[in-house]
């Protein structure tokens, strides 16, 4: 009997051990190895995202946008149409404000347009845009939000919670609003990377703490980058479009004039 008991004891005390052992090892070494940093899961980043009313091609763009941010690389995600119900309650300069103070990042999505809002011309008709209608508010909440960045402009702490984002090649002469002049950059899809490390507080080199923009198939957010990719796609055709029909009324104002 006390030798089963001293087995018994003896065995209890080798599992203990092992156990401190395991967890010790795990502490110094495994959440710092790369096998590690696969394992752990980053606390998900809160991102508010504004952007100026311009074309239902646009609205779309920055919904896929958005959605990527959301789905695939796991951000918590506020913007204006999936929040219209506090928008309602609160009233849009209490949400904006709320918002950007609980906010980890601030990405302001630059237009893209050199026309006061309303006045660019029609181009044709695109089917797939016809459930991207420009809310009403999104041109007011844009311009409060400008103004608060612009109130903390003397701040160069402050505003590294701000960045800036073009979608698709940034158009000739085009420039952030001055209070952004001083924050990070991006330009999607060229920068898809860089901008999750920086919304993610990731450094520049280094494993990704975030899914990569075209990881494999097998992912159930795998398709959240093709479709990003072709609403921007889409969303330059737009602007091409536009571009012509622009081109097109210039004779006809020509021949009014010599009228």
Same mark, same amino acid.
């Given at each position: 009997m006390q030798g089963t008991a001293f087995v018994f004891c003896l065995g209890c005390v080798v599992v203990m051990v092992m156990s401190g052992f395991g967890l010790y090892w795990y502490k110094s070494y495994g959440a710092h190895s790369?096998?590690?940093?696969?394992?752990?899961?980053? &606390? $998900?980043?809160?991102?508010?995202? !504004?952007?100026? =009313?311009?074309?239902?091609? +646009?609205?779309?763009?920055?919904?896929?946008?958005?959605?990527?941010?959301?789905?695939?690389?796991?951000c918590q995600v506020a913007i204006d149409v999936w929040q219209r119900g506090r928008m309602?309650?609160?009233?849009?300069?209490?949400?904006?404000?709320?918002?950007?103070?609980?906010?980890?990042?601030?990405?302001?999505?630059?237009?893209?347009?050199?026309?006061?809002?309303?006045?660019?011309?029609?181009?044709?008709?695109?089917?797939?845009?016809?459930d991207h209608a420009v809310p009403a508010s999104t041109e007011y909440v844009f311009s409060l939000a400008l103004n608060m960045i612009g109130g903390q402009a003397h701040s160069l702490s402050a505003l590294r919670?701000?960045?800036?984002?073009?979608?698709?090649?940034? &158009? $000739?002469?085009?420039?952030?609003? !001055?209070?952004? =002049?001083?924050?990070?950059? +991006?330009?999607?899809?060229?920068?898809l990377e860089r901008l999750g490390r920086h919304l993610h507080g990731a450094p520049v080199q280094g494993a990704c703490c975030f899914p990569t923009a075209w990881e494999g198939s097998g992912s159930l957010n795998s398709s959240?980058?093709?479709?990003?990719?072709?609403?921007?796609?889409?969303?330059?055709?737009?602007?091409?479009?536009?571009?012509?029909?622009?081109?097109?009324?210039?004779?006809?104002?020509?021949?009014t004039a010599q009228l």
């Open positions: 790369p096998f590690g940093k696969i394992a752990q899961t980053p &606390p $998900p980043s809160s991102v508010l995202v !504004v952007y100026p =009313a311009e074309n239902r091609a +646009f609205q779309r763009a920055v919904m896929a946008f958005a959605e990527f941010l959301q789905s695939h690389w796991h309602s309650e609160q009233g849009p300069m209490r949400w904006l404000t709320s918002q950007m103070e609980s906010a980890d990042k601030v990405v302001v999505v630059c237009g893209r347009r050199a026309e006061p809002w309303g006045t660019e011309p029609k181009p044709p008709s695109f089917p797939d845009l016809r919670k701000y960045c800036t984002v073009h979608l698709g090649e940034e &158009p $000739p002469g085009a420039c952030p609003p !001055v209070a952004l =002049a001083a924050c990070e950059s +991006f330009t999607l899809m060229r920068d959240t980058p093709t479709k990003l990719g072709a609403a921007i796609r889409e969303l330059e055709a737009w602007e091409n479009s536009q571009s012509d029909c622009k081109g097109e009324a210039d004779p006809l104002m020509a021949v």
